[in-house]
Every structure is written in C-alpha cells, then in structure tokens.
C-alpha cells in the first residue's frame, strides 16, 4: 500500500522508514528537498518526493492516502490548501498534536467534498522507529479499516510486550499498538488524557525523587534554620545520602513502578547524576492544559494531573506574584519580614 | 486579678496592657530590663517586673498565674525552671505557638506537682492591642474558669463583630472571643487548624490576584511564546489591565470575599502597588505543617490546605530538584530542550 | 436618575428598592405581574413597570439604562430582543453572571447600533439590601462614567468598611463599594476571579473544620481499623470532642481568619450544630470553571483553587470511576481486597 | 548460604522459594504448622521449619541470618523475643512494611548485644516469585555485604529489564534489583518513597481514564444538568463512547506512559471492563502518609502526591463534613439549595 507523507521531521520520516520496511511504498512532500534526498538514498525505488504539494500529490495512486505531520500550528493551512488539490474518496491523516476541536471541525468541512478525514495521536517520541509508534485514531469507520495495513506497519506490534492475561485468539489491534477510539477527534482526545497522564505521572516521580533529593537535610548545620523556617523536630530521621541515579535503576527491576518514563530518568541520571544541564524550567505543550479543560467541561476531579500542570507553570516563575501577596500579607499582619535569599 | 507575664515582647506587653486597662495587675519577667522600665513608666503602680525569674515569682500573689509568652522553642526550658519555683496550685499558660503534643506531656509532668497548666492559642498579631486577642484555650476546666476574668479582658468583647443571628441572652465566651476548647492541648490544636484555614485562605486570595495580574497576556507580543510553550488561542480574552489595590478595595465592602485578610492586602497593596518590597520567599511558621500532620493521621483529605503549604514551599526554591527531573524526562523520551530563562 | 431593569427576582428588586430609597426612579419588567405590583405597592409612584418589553422600552426615558438581571442562559435572548427595541445612545447593563467572553462579543454587535454595553459582575446576595451590592464593572469610559449616580446608590458605601490606612482625601469609588475594572468584559472577569477565590476560601474553612471534627478519632475503638487502613500511631493526640459552632463564632472576633464567610458559617452552625440538614453535594455554578479555564490560558498556577473545585465535583461522586481503578489496581498488584461499605 | 524466614505467608513463602531455586537452604518459623509442611513437601531436604521460635532459632547456622516477613505492627515484638535468643554477629532483617523511624530504633537497641539490623523495603506483591522482588535495603556495609548471595536470589536480576543505555562493564546490584540505599532506615525510607510514587502514579491513570469514561457527557439529555450545575457550552466536544479497556492495552505497546502498573490496570479491565466488582473505597497502608510527613518535614512540595493520598480519604467519605459546611455556606450566603441524590 502507498502512504504520502507531508513532513519528513524525525517523526514523519520514521513513520516513513517503518512502512517501507514492511513492504509499503511512501510519497513524501518537504520544503527541505535535502530530507527528501536522504529517505530516496536510503529506501530506493520504495520512496520518491517533492518539495512541491501539487507535484506529490500527482506522485500519489488514487484513493490517495495523505498523512499530514507537521507543526499543529501550521497543520490547518496545510491541510486547506492539500483539500484544494485532493478528490472525493480521498484520505487526509492528521498525525500531529492538534486540539480535537479542530479534528472535528476539520472532518465536517470536509465532508462535503467526499475528502475523508482521520485524526491519529501517535506516540513514541524520539523512539518510534525501533518501538513503533503507539497509535489512537479517529475516523470513520471504512475509512480506518482501508488504513488498516499501513497502522499495522507503523505500530509496535503484539510482541512488544507480553500479553495481558485472559486474552486468547486473534489479537486486537490495540494489542499490536493501534486502536481505533471512535468519530473524528476521538484519536487526537485519547492522546490529549495519555499526556494528561503522562504529566501526572511525571510529576509523581519528580516529587519522590526530590523527597529523596533532600533525605540528608538533618545532617545540615542547625544555623540554616532561621526563625522564619520551621524547625526540624526530628533530625535523626533525614540522615542519608541517597544515590538517586542507583535509585532509579533498583526501581526498573521488579518494582510497582517500573516504567518506560523511569527507563528514561534512570538513563538519564545515570549520564548526568546531578542533573547539572537542567534548569528546572518545565515547558508544556497544551495537552495538559487541554485534558484539564476536558476534566472541567465533564465535572470530573483532576486533582493530580492539575497539580503537575501548575507545577510546570511554576517551574517558569509564574507564581512569583501570588509569592509576592502572601508574603504582604504576612507582614501585614504579623510584622514577618521575608527571608533573604539562601 | 494579678497576671503574671514572662516575655514583654510585642504580643506580651500588649496582653498585660490590656489587662491592666481593665483593672487588673501585673508582673513582668524579661531578659531587657528597657521592656520592663518602659512598661512600668507607661502603666504605673498597675505594673511591676524583674530581670529574674525567682524574683518575679516571689513578686506573685498565689495562686499564681504564669502566661508565657515567649519564642515556641524556649518555651520548654522557662517552663521546666518555673516549674521549680512555683508550688501545687499555681497555673502555668503557655500563650505561645508550640505544638499542641507538648501541651499533652507538659500537662502530664507538671499534674504531679499540682501545678496546672493551661495553653492558649494566640491571634491578633500586631493588632492585637486595640482589636484584642482571640483565645483558644486548653486545659482542665477548674483552672480555665478561675482565668475568666483575665481572659475577659484579653479578648476583644462581642461588640467586636456583629451578633450571630439567632444568637440571644447571656453571651457565650465565644462570643465574646475566648473558648475554653477542651483539655490540655486542645487550644494549640485549634490554633493551629485556624492558622491551616489562613494559610489556605491567603493562597485562595493570591492565586486569584495572580490571575487578575496576568489578564493582560494577550497584549503582548507573540514572539515571546516560543514552540516549548502553547501559544494562546484566544489573545482577545487576556487584554485587562487590571487595577488590583482598586479591586481588592472594592471587594471589601458587600462582596462575598470580604475579610480582615482582605482588608489587610488592600492595606499593602495600597501603599506599594506592585508589591515591589517584596521578594516572594513566603516562610511558614510550623502549624501548617502541623494541621497536615493531623489530617494526614486522621485520615482528612486537606488538598486545599496542602497545596497553600507546599506553594510556599516552592517559593522558597524547593521544587528545582523536581523541575529538573522533568526537564531530563522531557528531553529524554521527546528530545525536548529547554527554555532559556525568560 | 432612572434605572429599567429587566428581572424582578430577590437580586433586581433589591437593586430597585436601594436605588428608588436613594431618590432615583425605575421601570420594571417580568414575566410574573405580581412581582410588578408588589414592588409598586411597596414603592409608589417612583416605580413602574410592565410584563412586556416594548411597553417598558417606551416607559423609559432616552437615553434609556437597562439592567439585565436574569438568569445567564437567558439572557443572550433577552438582549437581542431588547437591542431591536432601543435607539442609539441607550445602554444596556448585564448585571447577571454571564461569562465576559460573552459581554466581549455582545459589546462588538451592538456597538454599529450605537448601543452601549455594560457589564457588571454583582456581589452580594441574599445580604444586598441591607448591606449593598458590591460592583464591578466593564464598559466604556463615558458610559459607565454616566451610570455614576445609579450605581453609588447600589453599591455599601464607604462606611461598609473601615478606611484603608493610608486612603485620605475624595474617597475612589472602589471604596465606596464599585469598580470601574476595563473594557467591556473586565467586569465579569473581576466577579470570576471574585468568585474562584471564594472556592477556595470555603474549602479552607471545610477542610480546617473537617479536621476539628475528626479531632476525636483517638477515642474511638481501635476494632475499627481494620488491616487495610492505616492504624492511628498515637490515639493520645486525637482526643478532643471540639465544639465547632462555638470555635467559629470565637475566630470572628480578633482572630486572623475573621471574614463575612465565617460569619455566615457561624450562624449556619448555630442553627443546625450537626450539619444535619445537608447531604454534602455542593454545586459549582460556573465561574469557579471558568477561573480556572482562565489561569490554564494565562499559564497561571492555581492549585488551591483547582483543588477547590475538584472537591465540590468530587462530592457529587464524580470520583467513582477513577477510585474503581485504584481499587482494580491494589488488587492486581497486592491482593488487596476492598473495605467494606463502612 | 542459609536463610531463616520467620512467616511463611506468600511474600515469605515466595523468597524462600527463590533462594531454594537458587542453591541456598531455609528454615521457617510460622503459627500454621500446615505452611510449613506443605514448603517442606516442596522443597525438600533444602527445607526446615518449627512452629516454636527456639526450636527455628536452635536449627540455624551461625551467624544467623533471620528475616521477619510479618505484618508491620507485629514485627516489633517478634523481633524483641528473637534478640532474646540470638547471639551477637547474627543479622536480623525486617523485610516488612515497618515505618523507617523504627529501623533506626531497633538498630541502636540491639547493636549493644552485637546483633546486626538492616531492614529491606520490598516490592513485587503477589507476582514476586517469578518476577523476583526489589529490594531496597537499610544498614552497615559489612552486614549488609555478607548478604550479597541471599539478596542476589531475591532480586529480578539484570535481564528483568534492557540494560540503561551507557552503562557498561560489571552491572551493579541496583541493576540486578537490589541496592544497599544507606544505615538503618534507609530501606524502609526508599521503599516509603517508592509507594509514595506509586500512589501518584497510580492517581494520574485513575484521573484520566475517568476523563475518557465520561467523554460522553454530551450525548446525555440536557435534562440531566439543573440550575444548580454549570451546563456544558459545547456538548458537541463530548460525544465519545471510549472503549477503556482497548485504550489501556493499545497504551502498553510503545506509547510514554507503559508501565507494569498499566500492564495490571489493562488486565483487570479486560477481567471486567465496567470494573462492577469494585465499590471504589480505596485503603492505604501508611507509606503514603510517610511519604507526605516526610515531605512536610523536609520542606520539600509534594502537590502531586498530596493529592493522590487525599483522593483515596476521599473516597472512603471522609470528605463528607466537609462538603456539608460548603452546602451550609452556599446556603447562607446566595440562598443555594442542594442538589438532590443523583
């Protein structure tokens, strides 16, 4: 089956490299003609390009399958000028970050013109290419079902972890990593919530680990403490010089909470065991701040993974005027004045 | 009635200022003789002190009444020494900010003594003079009754706050801004859950100050949101320059925000707009800590009171570790860099 | 001066009643004719009013000041149909709680008629008459600066509050109780923020007296905590029956937690000590959402007031679902069987 | 190498069988003759037991080398008769859930009788027989070295998990599973963190997948929203039914939030999708609490985990006080009446 591809980034390329090497052929369109270049030296007659978008799309067998994955803030100018071009019964594939809301709105412009439109959150990051991308889609139902071999190619596939117990027979797909999760949009929500987790669940780390980080506070001298902090009652109790990096490796063994995120951290720390190349300014990338949005429309408790989005936000700063009025207040009423900085 | 008072400093002076207003006597205890000169020169035959201790006891009327009011972490020694001087029937109040555990043991050592000890949470701050000082008291009730008529005048008087609707007849203490909690301990314990409300109650205040600050986002230039922070969907919404000491006056008066804290911010805010003497180190003084501990033993959900305690936590810097850890899992699994520091 | 308001409930009679009591003139307009009456009887000539709205646009002299008070979802109807009815220069006031991204696009329609829009965000309550209402307010400069005189006679008044140490000379509106906030919007914009720290000053209170009420959980027999919770490390501190009603009404008076929120609590706790005629489901009505919709957009952190919002989700067991998984997940890993319903 | 169990239930039972497995000998102490025989039919010769700890004691070794795997109140006083019996250079193990404050306690009491304490945090619940345990361990070097081919046995080893990119050569024992953390303490400290994330972790899947379960709240009639709750703007974004089950297992295959706790949460929805066997009143067993004390303690913000122990309160109906002094205040102050049971 034949696959365009608009964007060769790491990620539109790697998609690419996965289909080719599962039989498929791929078209690619990019502004960069030395991205192009580089996917036809490496995957031959399998692959062919153009940096025009009329030019691929003439590239493309009809029904044409165009899988759109750039920047979510230019995806809506390309995907008005790539339905100018396209015919009834084609497919376009909005791979990247945009908000569901747009997936919706896009699919219902299109309708009309017969141009048919699938919405996929695709996961996986810098790894894909060796672990195949975790894909959640939406769609019409024909529609994904035509796609069903390219999904397959791009997904991890079943044995890329063991198999939930009880479940027998033919795997599902969303056993081989691709799941389609309902109507236009229903791909990019179910993405928008794993980020949602995927903060909170930062998040818990992060704050364990620094709970860690600070388990050898009772050994520091007693003149740190001035008035204006708490004492600490009982300093025998945070006398240990924990080694963190070592921490996380124990954890990937065995443990409630082993994880492909504490994979990473451990990997990390074990490069950079105090973590000196990082600021600690946290930026995020709206899917939070969406899920959070989706939790307030439903009436739904997102207690943690709200505590980790305003973490981030904090990270940057941003409380430092709220900061500002406690401490004013503070003063105001009982004369505290606030500490110098340590 | 006779007080006798260890510690001038501001909250103590204040208290034997009032009592002696109101008639009564007292004897101050105060390693500066300059706080004992002063107050004697303001209050006349009312009032008399000493530098040490076995003299101030000696000047005492039995049974004696010891209010101590000095720093929580000296409490326990002046405590300890007292206890040596006095005789079965005296009464020791620690008027302080120490943790309620210590009342329980104080209580416990001292009862075979006959000595009576009392502990009673202190509010007013730095109005304490004029407004009065609301009392949270424990200990046995016998003692806490013979202290009436000095904690009468201590407290504000129930013309201090409009009557309770439905409230008629002999006013309670209560009402007249003393209580007699419960035994030994149980006036720090309410003191300390006040203090949790104010810490959740001043957070409430800031965030939303914060919120007004920053209405005028969508003011400034695009160029400032780089692709590591979501661009602004909606830049008409955030174009409020908002007067904030304007606001948080006018929500003084009929709103249903109004409060002494709110009096206290418009206070500040009016005399340094943009709270520009303050840095946003916001200390916390240990009863937020403990009102935590004790929802955490009995199983009370806090969240409100726990992210106002753990907010100034990290305006104190403690979350960089944190941070950093998040930094490191968003470059390892998306090859995501850093902001730079705005 | 003369007022037209549209919606005679609790909230519009009484802004009548404080207006024509300060020498101003007003026309009504309700779907219920006795509500016209009542307050025609109770006024005399000063008021007039009619069920249909072209007979009370003419009643109203040019330029005509219509205050919409009505609930939010109607009143974008009301408004169409009441801007056919007006000429250039009349004004109409949305003094309900509609969101300002509304009043924002409300201002933008009518403004080729000519018609000025106001939005006022209307603090107070069941309490306004006596106490007043406290305003806040968007619109155009010249517009609201017409208003002046209706809306001193709506709002408390300088002497609702002590003055501001510091404030000397002409008294700011602000201090008399309303606020001129920004363009159109700014005022609804002020009375969400208003009214998402008002979540999160409540959940203060609830959470602290929470706390207190548990606060005898050491008493309780050690058979009921069974091998699934956690076992009470020392009983010995929790053994206080705290009177709650009484330690509300001791912190109005002098105590750092003082606010018109406590006041209430007070008097709703005298009446039913026990709580006894709630179940605990709390409503949110909006603008607690749209507050913190607000501080996702502005990257602002708001974790005190997210956390108050999820609680009152939480108590009407939007949780459900989510504390099923925790339970599904206890006992995969741990075997760990539910407590029964207790 | 010879190891004592003193209780055989599974977690004892389960590291007796790993180390018999692995070359090593075992004796077991337990009340239920029953669990003894039937390790005995098992394991053969490389197995004894005695239901009298004298009897256990007399059959070991020296130096003893004896692990407590029983419920942490117990182990206490278990381990205050075995110190009775034992001599000085033989090591006792807690390996149970006991609080780190005890560690530290227990070591210094029998270090004077020259017996060695290290206590080892354990994780793997029902599934550690064949996944191994991790093990987080307390204690002198010299102990805690002469344990090397017990914990050896214990742990997953270093093919449980791909090796961390970077490192080489000789794999550490964190990388085999199991890490000497630090003294007395340190074990239970790191294993008290490590449950502290779990919760957290364990919070963040629970949120979103209620987020996904209720993505249909649009599809509802619009009669089910009264005045009392905000009504939803644009049902339209919420008219997803998601297939929960399929979403956790299409997460297990290359998306960034797999984890083993997503692997277990995939199975037991498969098991029973709508999750009808569980109620939803969620326990915890005292790290988590730990975790936050031990966060307050050391200043350090913890919002994330805060919010997770709370939500498990929560749903145990803790919060329902105070949800009823929200409903009091809304009643008091707007004339808000509840909602009725939904």
Chains 1, 2, 3, 4 share one sequence.
């Not at 084609?90 to 013109?113: F, Q, T, V, W």
Request: hydrophobic share 40%; with cysteine; proline share 6%.
């Amino acid at each position: 089956m034949q696959l365009g591809m608009i964007g060769l980034g790491r990620m539109g390329a790697n998609i690419v490299r996965r289909i080719v090497r599962d039989g498929h052929t791929a078209v690619g369109c990019e502004r960069h003609p030395e991205n192009i270049d580089q996917l036809a030296a490496e995957l031959g007659e399998n692959f062919q390009g153009s940096t025009e978008l009329p030019k691929f799309v003439a590239m493309l067998e009809t029904p044409r399958v165009v899988w759109v994955m750039i920047p979510a803030g230019a995806t809506g100018a390309v995907t008005d000028s790539l339905s100018e071009l396209l015919e009834p019964g084609d497919i376009i594939i909005d791979g990247g970050n945009s908000r569901y809301h747009e997936d919706i709105a896009r699919a219902k412009a299109l309708s009309p013109k017969g141009i048919h439109y699938v919405d996929i959150g695709t996961s996986g990051g810098v790894f894909g290419l060796e672990r195949g991308f975790c894909l959640m889609i939406g769609g019409e139902d024909e529609t994904v079902a035509h796609l069903d071999p390219l999904l397959k190619s791009i997904a991890p596939g079943i044995e890329a972890a063991p198999r939930t117990p009880g479940r027998t027979g033919e795997p599902s797909t969303a056993e081989q990593g691709y799941l389609h999760c309902g109507p236009a949009g229903a791909g990019h929500f179910v993405k928008m919530v794993h980020n949602g987790i995927e903060y909170g669940a930062m998040a818990a780390y992060a704050e364990g680990l620094n709970i860690l980080h600070k388990a050898d506070i009772g050994t520091r001298t007693a003149g740190e403490h001035s008035a204006e902090v708490t004492p600490l009652e009982h300093p025998e109790y945070y006398r240990y010089a924990i080694d963190i990096p070592e921490v996380t490796e124990v954890w990937r063994r065995g443990s409630v909470v082993a994880s492909w995120l504490l994979d990473l951290t451990a990997a990390e720390l074990y490069g950079d065991p105090n973590l000196d190349s990082f600021g600690g300014r946290v930026s995020d990338s709206g899917e939070g701040r969406w899920t959070l949005d989706a939790a307030i429309d439903e009436g739904v408790p997102a207690p943690v993974l709200s505590a980790a989005l305003f973490q981030r936000f904090a990270s940057r700063g941003e409380s430092l005027y709220a900061d500002k009025v406690l401490s004013a207040m503070r003063q105001a009423f009982g004369g505290h004045h606030e500490l110098p900085q340590g």
